[in-house]
């Protein structure tokens, strides 16, 4: 074995303990409420929850062709 | 009298048929769209050789005739012409000696489908069975089902989903595309499938005032709702403005093998001017490799990778193709414009109706709502906390689909993902007949929250993780035991966090 020699994939990708740890102090330290906004996109949130929201006038249309 | 007749498949040969049989022109049937879509389909399909079976009776056409034709001054066939194809060449001398079992001949693999001609002066194509496209690597048509066909004793099968043209006087284009989604969901949810003329009669029956029943020109959505809710079924609307919505609806429900009506405004946008509605049965769709943000964010779906829809268009033909190919959230069609130019016509989606089982209670966008904040959490743990190796948990891919529990059992129990001792415990859980199924993957890491499709909105609707990876469920267990759950606004999200709390 060469010291070069390429790290497993497994082994990069794998969420140490230490690493655990650290996002267990994260999140004990923030106010979630005040995070939120920076990753959750008002207008997204937006079209969403609007998905099955049909408006009245629209349910008359005729599909006709 | 010989009721049969062997014809080389051309599509001139096939034009040939219906004139003589429906004494239309051939120059009027070349103009029709059907004609040049079924040319280039058949073309795909391979086909070689045309069985015409003379006085056939079909089902749905005797439903339409009782209804309105038998009682016309001009006099009506009662029956149809059924045209089945095949991709060997084959004439009357090799034929009939398969009929009488005289034959080492195996025609089952090289059965195309078949058309159902009405003898009608325009409006020709009754049911209409043919293969999908080949290569479905791609393309997924998830409520395929076997058609038996008897051929003079020759039982025949094709995987479809059954089509048929409107014929603008007990159908109309909304009618045709319920009849064709009932062809699945009769099946799936044990319903009678009614014929055209008693889906248009249930959808006007309530509104005397809207058009006549009959000639029929068109139905509206609640008149669609009233024709769903007449089988049973619960018909579920949803607001398709936007291509990822309808992108990630049309998969979230066909991968439970749920059809759904598209309804869209057509129009030429080489002129500008729209030249009216349309609705057509979404039978399948063909999945890209790029994958693409849902509405410009940096939230990833599966099911935004969808390039193409395949629809039962009534006046273009079965599983025609429509692209999100256009910037402007319109689809490509196959309509001519007035010059007869495949191009030009663009459908501008409006809604979507998806006829439902009615324990399916949990609409998708509850789900995808839950899944989008959990995915925002990774982006903040991502941001802010430094890991020291190469997980990207900011860049996981959600697939998130209704599932049959029996569907899903049958999944995990094949998966070489799981262990014994995690799989043994999902398959022996309990589960309700529908779940929500959203599965995040990064690279080779996955993880599966599976939700109740059948509780109310405000349950408890999560079930359980499934672990495919530890990585990830160490990181949700993690989350769950140390975010303070008061700070979350969604209440099925702060639940789940509750039930992973160990």
């Known amino acids: ?65 | 009298m010989c009721q049969y007749r062997i014809v080389d498949y051309s599509i001139d040969n096939l034009c040939q048929i219906i004139s003589d049989e429906n004494r239309i022109s051939i120059s009027s049937l070349k103009q029709k769209l059907h004609i040049v879509y079924l040319e280039s389909y058949f073309n795909e399909l391979n086909a070689k050789t045309i069985v015409v079976e003379k006085d056939y009776i079909d089902k749905d056409y005797s439903e339409d005739y009782a209804a309105y034709y038998a009682r016309s001054f001009k006099p009506y066939k009662r029956t149809c012409v059924r045209l089945h194809f095949f991709s060997r060449r084959f004439d009357k001398s090799s034929f009939e000696p398969i009929l009488t079992n005289n034959s080492e001949i195996e025609l089952t693999n090289d059965y195309v489908g078949f058309i159902v001609v009405k003898p009608l002066p325009q409006t020709i194509l009754g049911r209409t069975c043919l293969r999908t496209y080949p290569n479905v690597g791609a393309r997924f048509f998830n409520f395929i089902r076997p058609y038996k066909v008897n051929l003079y004793g020759l039982e025949l099968s094709v995987d479809s989903i059954a089509y048929q043209e409107q014929d603008s006087i007990v159908a109309a284009c909304a009618s045709s595309a319920i009849w064709s989604a009932f062809q699945a969901t009769g099946l799936l949810f044990q319903h009678s499938i009614p014929s055209p003329v008693e889906i248009t009669k249930a959808a006007t029956i309530h509104f005397p005032y809207a058009n006549r029943h009959f000639p029929n020109k068109g139905l509206n959505s609640e008149q669609m709702a009233h024709a769903i809710r007449n089988v049973g079924l619960d018909p579920f609307l949803i607001t398709a403005v936007n291509y990822d919505i309808i992108k990630a609806t049309t998969y979230a429900y066909q991968r439970a093998k749920i059809p759904m009506v598209l309804g869209f405004m057509l129009s030429n946008f080489v002129k500008g001017i729209d030249i009216g509605r349309h609705a057509v049965t979404i039978t399948g769709y063909r999945m890209g490799v790029n994958r693409s943000g849902f509405v410009g964010q940096d939230f990833y779906l599966k099911s935004s990778k969808i390039e193409k829809l395949y629809c039962h268009d009534d006046q273009v033909g079965p599983f025609a193709r429509m692209e999100f190919s256009r910037a402007d959230n319109r689809l490509t069609t196959s309509w001519m414009d007035e010059s007869k130019y495949i191009g030009n016509i663009v459908a501008k989606p409006e809604i979507i109706i998806i006829p439902l089982y009615h324990k399916i209670r949990i609409p998708f966008e509850i789900i995808l709502n839950i899944v989008y904040r959990i995915d925002g959490l990774f982006k903040l743990i991502k941001t802010n906390v430094a890991f020291n190796n190469g997980l990207n948990i900011n860049e996981i891919e959600w697939d998130i689909f209704l599932n049959s529990n029996n569907d899903f059992k049958s999944e995990i129990r094949l998966s070489g993902e799981l262990n014994e001792a995690d799989k043994l415990v999902v398959l022996t859980n309990g589960l309700p007949k529908y779940i929500w199924r959203a599965i995040g993957s990064i690279d080779d890491e996955k993880i599966e929250f599976i939700f109740d499709a059948t509780d109310i909105e405000q349950g408890e609707i999560f079930i359980r993780l499934v672990p495919y990876s530890q990585n990830l469920t160490l990181l949700m267990k993690t989350i769950a035991n140390n975010i303070n759950i008061d700070d979350i606004e969604s209440i099925q999200l702060a639940k789940i966090f509750r039930a992973l709390r160990s």
């Not at chain 1, 906004?37 to 099955?52: H, Y």
Request: glycine share 4%; charged share 30%; hydrophobic share 30%.
């Open chain 1, 1 to 65: 074995m060469t010291c070069d020699m390429p790290v497993e994939p497994e082994e990069q990708k794998k969420i140490s303990s230490e690493d655990l740890q650290k996002v267990g102090e994260w999140l004990k330290s923030i106010d979630l409420s005040q995070e939120r906004a920076k990753v959750i996109d008002p207008d997204t949130e937006k079209l969403i929850n609007g998905m099955s929201f049909i408006d009245p006038g629209q349910l008359k249309h005729p599909y006709t062709l």
